[in-house]
């Protein structure tokens, strides 16, 4: 696949000096999003008016048909920064004008260009680094610190260990620590006691739950109504996915057995309800397999190729669409039937030319298939399945079979998807951000690590778990808030949690269980979506945090929980502690305690009011709403 000339520039702009990496930052940051909105419906992969495209950087610097528009460093004397005056013929864009501050964008970006910027670098596949390590972690490591030297970064200094291990549960486990569990961790031996605890977390019960919970998100999106959530786990969707996280079973195993919906064995029977749930909609399957297996999405190529990321193609589109158009739901059964015959489509591109459907993959390559003559009439005939008597018809030429076999086996699109999915889950944002347009428009922040880690994943057979682990085990997992750029990752992100680790970690904090199908599903209608690049606090949310009979059900003085146990104390200073401890695993800062000490002295009636009324104070903060 051709990608974008920027991950290589920012890496050379990263070696050249901290002038270029600002350059590089407003680019990406500032520029080439102004660009987009305002210019490249005339310069860009569709329209390229006076030879010019302003789609990306590399043909920026090239200029058009009347030579160059940018003279790096020299702003008032580059046509790009120059037509964008008020009065100026020509004006650029035609018809409006740029406001003063996105005028000054342009400049500070010319400006900031190097005398002689990097041009004769070509684009190409992504490269396989060359640099060994003995981990992911230590990848990891090494990336990240040289990108801070690079950019003058100072990493955020690292939480403590109470911190770290309530952070770990909830990417983990789906929840917070016990007391006990908090207790044991801490006890443990200081240096092994961080990998000993992961390890234990990614065998238990809940990291195949918890993995379940995200995948089924990306993959399915959220439920619209919580009869899909019940059909979804009736159907063994929800059990195939947990039983593959559970056995680690290799990624590209997993996503080949939902792209060609055939299950053999027991355990993987849920895995055609990917298909099946969207119902014969073979473009909403198209656009749900395209994030997976190449780590983009590829809406924008129904009608053309892409707009902006010239490497996709109304062929992918379409040939996508070809690949799972001979698929049909099988009444009565979970189960997609699949054609040995037609399907054969075709698309019409911007220039009114009909051009034919072939599965066409972005990473390279085509499916090979006859396609009959136009004048010819295809016959479906029993000799072509490999059961005619059976009601789910499996052709012995599969296309969708033929399709999943090249996208999980001859793909590096795959690992690069997954990698970077799965960064961004425990990281906040991914190397390449949003997470779902890995494409030409969106540059790695971290060109080489990303490679490294796609390269280690298929080398390593897909190992879920050896990703998983070599991130929680980073140095940058660890580290606190701060206020560095976040695609540094040189601070933690802030993470809403979702509506899942919310509802379980409720109820360890009350002393509970942490399982209740009743409140998960409340929660689940009220809350964020999971891994939200938009996070915005609701009016549902906020009544929900307010007056939900399920938070407050929580908050009962019964023996053995939480309530009970604080009121049992005598000072009021140990009720406090407690509480925080029971919510946040940490004890109250002395800014805290004053606060909350009053608040419990003001039901002198009745302590256990007082304590539920400090408890529910706790779960519903932000602190408790967002990750450590």
């Not at 922040?445 to 880690?453: A, G, K």
């Given at each position: 696949?051709?990608?974008?000339?920027?991950?290589?520039?920012?890496?050379?702009?990263?070696?050249?000096?901290?002038?270029?990496?600002?350059?590089?930052?407003?680019?990406?940051?500032?520029?080439?999003?102004?660009?987009?909105?305002?210019?490249?419906?005339?310069?860009?992969?569709?329209?390229?008016?006076?030879?010019?495209?302003?789609?990306?950087?590399?043909?920026?610097?090239?200029?058009?048909?009347?030579?160059?528009?940018?003279?790096?460093?020299?702003?008032?004397?580059?046509?790009?920064?120059?037509?964008?005056?008020?009065?100026?013929?020509?004006?650029?864009?035609?018809?409006?004008?740029?406001?003063?501050?996105?005028?000054?964008?342009?400049?500070?970006?010319?400006?900031?260009?190097?005398?002689?910027?990097?041009?004769?670098?070509?684009?190409?596949?992504?490269?396989?680094?060359?640099?060994?390590?003995?981990?992911?972690?230590?990848?990891?490591?090494?990336?990240?610190?040289?990108?801070?030297?690079?950019?003058?970064?100072?990493?955020?200094?690292?939480?403590?260990?109470?911190?770290?291990?309530?952070?770990?549960?909830?990417?983990?486990?789906?929840?917070?620590?016990?007391?006990?569990?908090?207790?044991?961790?801490?006890?443990?031996?200081?240096?092994?006691?961080?990998?000993?605890?992961?390890?234990?977390?990614?065998?238990?019960?809940?990291?195949?739950?918890?993995?379940?919970?995200?995948?089924?998100?990306?993959?399915?999106?959220?439920?619209?109504?919580?009869?899909?959530?019940?059909?979804?786990?009736?159907?063994?969707?929800?059990?195939?996915?947990?039983?593959?996280?559970?056995?680690?079973?290799?990624?590209?195993?997993?996503?080949?057995?939902?792209?060609?919906?055939?299950?053999?064995?027991?355990?993987?029977?849920?895995?055609?309800?990917?298909?099946?749930?969207?119902?014969?909609?073979?473009?909403?399957?198209?656009?749900?397999?395209?994030?997976?297996?190449?780590?983009?999405?590829?809406?924008?190529?129904?009608?053309?190729?892409?707009?902006?990321?010239?490497?996709?193609?109304?062929?992918?589109?379409?040939?996508?669409?070809?690949?799972?158009?001979?698929?049909k739901n099988v009444e009565g059964q979970t189960a997609v039937s699949e054609s040995a015959v037609g399907g054969f489509?075709?698309?019409?591109?911007?220039?009114?030319?009909?051009?034919?459907?072939?599965?066409?993959?972005?990473?390279?390559?085509?499916?090979?298939?006859?396609?009959?003559?136009?004048?010819?009439?295809?016959?479906?005939?029993?000799?072509?399945?490999?059961?005619?008597?059976?009601?789910?018809?499996?052709?012995?030429?599969?296309?969708?079979?033929?399709?999943?076999?090249?996208?999980?086996?001859?793909?590096?699109?795959?690992?690069?998807?997954?990698?970077?999915?799965?960064?961004?889950?425990?990281?906040?944002?991914?190397?390449?951000?949003?997470?779902?347009?890995?494409?030409?428009?969106?540059?790695?922040?971290?060109?080489?690590?990303?490679?490294?880690?796609?390269?280690?994943?298929?080398?390593?057979?897909?190992?879920?778990?050896?990703?998983?682990?070599?991130?929680?085990?980073?140095?940058?997992?660890?580290?606190?808030?701060?206020?560095?750029?976040?695609?540094?990752?040189?601070?933690?992100?802030?993470?809403?949690?979702?509506?899942?680790?919310?509802?379980?970690?409720?109820?360890?904090?009350?002393?509970?269980?942490?399982?209740?199908?009743?409140?998960?599903?409340?929660?689940?209608?009220?809350?964020?979506?999971?891994?939200?690049?938009?996070?915005?606090?609701?009016?549902?949310?906020?009544?929900?945090?307010?007056?939900?009979?399920?938070?407050?059900?929580?908050?009962?003085?019964?023996?053995?929980?939480?309530?009970?146990?604080?009121?049992?104390?005598?000072?009021?200073?140990?009720?406090?502690?407690?509480?925080?401890?029971?919510?946040?695993?940490?004890?109250?800062?002395?800014?805290?305690?004053?606060?909350?000490?009053a608040l419990l002295a003001t039901e002198t009636g009745d302590p256990a009011a007082a304590v539920r009324e400090l408890?529910?104070?706790?779960?519903?903060?932000?602190?408790?709403?967002?990750?450590?």
């Amino acid at each position: 696949m051709l990608l974008s000339l920027v991950p290589w520039l920012a890496a050379a702009a990263c070696a050249a000096g901290a002038g270029t990496e600002s350059a590089m930052a407003l680019w990406s940051g500032k520029v080439q999003p102004l660009l987009d909105v305002n210019c490249v419906k005339c310069h860009g992969p569709l329209q390229q008016k006076g030879g010019l495209e302003l789609d990306n950087l590399a043909m920026v610097l090239k200029g058009g048909d009347d030579g160059t528009v940018v003279k790096p460093g020299q702003p008032q004397d580059s046509r790009l920064f120059k037509n964008l005056a008020p009065d100026t013929d020509p004006h650029m864009p035609p018809k409006k004008q740029l406001t003063d501050g996105e005028r000054d964008v342009i400049r500070d970006w010319i400006a900031a260009l190097p005398a002689t910027p990097v041009t004769t670098i070509t684009a190409a596949a992504p490269a396989q680094s060359a640099r060994q390590f003995d981990s992911p972690t230590l990848a990891i490591d090494t990336f990240l610190a040289e990108g801070w030297q690079q950019r003058g970064v100072t990493p955020a200094p690292p939480v403590d260990e109470r911190t770290w291990a309530r952070r770990m549960y909830l990417d983990v486990a789906g929840r917070i620590p016990t007391p006990a569990e908090l207790a044991e961790f801490l006890a443990a031996p200081t240096e092994t006691r961080r990998g000993a605890l992961v390890d234990r977390l990614l065998a238990s019960d809940d990291y195949p739950v918890r993995m379940r919970e995200l995948w089924d998100v990306f993959l399915m999106g959220r439920p619209r109504r919580e009869s899909n959530s019940e059909q979804r786990k009736e159907k063994g969707w929800w059990p195939f996915l947990e039983h593959a996280f559970h056995a680690n079973r290799p990624w590209n195993e997993i996503v080949r057995d939902f792209l060609i919906a055939r299950p053999d064995a027991k355990e993987e029977k849920g895995a055609a309800w990917f298909l099946y749930e969207r119902r014969d909609n073979h473009q909403a399957i198209a656009e749900a397999v395209a994030p997976v297996v190449y780590g983009t999405r590829i809406d924008c190529a129904q009608c053309h190729d892409h707009p902006l990321a010239r490497e996709i193609k109304q062929a992918h589109y379409w040939g996508l669409v070809a690949a799972f158009n001979r698929g049909k739901n099988v009444e009565g059964q979970t189960a997609v039937s699949e054609s040995a015959v037609g399907g054969f489509i075709n698309f019409t591109n911007l220039k009114k030319e009909s051009q034919p459907a072939i599965v066409t993959l972005l990473s390279g390559g085509t499916i090979p298939e006859d396609r009959p003559a136009a004048d010819q009439k295809e016959k479906d005939d029993d000799e072509k399945y490999v059961d005619p008597q059976s009601k789910v018809r499996v052709p012995k030429f599969s296309r969708r079979a033929a399709f999943a076999e090249a996208a999980t086996h001859e793909n590096p699109l795959l690992a690069r998807a997954f990698v970077n999915r799965m960064w961004a889950a425990l990281l906040g944002r991914g190397i390449v951000q949003p997470p779902d347009q890995m494409n030409a428009r969106n540059a790695p922040s971290h060109p080489e690590l990303l490679d490294w880690l796609a390269q280690d994943f298929a080398t390593h057979h897909c190992d879920i778990q050896r990703v998983v682990r070599g991130i929680i085990l980073s140095r940058a997992y660890a580290l606190a808030g701060g206020d560095s750029p976040p695609e540094t990752f040189a601070a933690a992100a802030e993470r809403p949690l979702s509506a899942e680790q919310l509802a379980r970690s409720w109820r360890i904090a009350a002393g509970l269980p942490p399982t209740d199908d009743a409140l998960r599903r409340a929660a689940v209608t009220a809350l964020p979506a999971v891994l939200s690049q938009d996070y915005n606090p609701t009016y549902q949310q906020a009544q929900f945090l307010a007056n939900s009979p399920l938070l407050a059900g929580l908050l009962k003085a019964e023996p053995g929980g939480t309530v009970a146990r604080i009121v049992a104390l005598k000072e009021p200073a140990e009720r406090v502690r407690e509480a925080f401890l029971a919510a946040y695993q940490r004890p109250p800062t002395p800014e805290e305690m004053a606060p909350a000490t009053a608040l419990l002295a003001t039901e002198t009636g009745d302590p256990a009011a007082a304590v539920r009324e400090l408890l529910w104070a706790l779960l519903t903060s932000a602190e408790f709403l967002t990750m450590p």
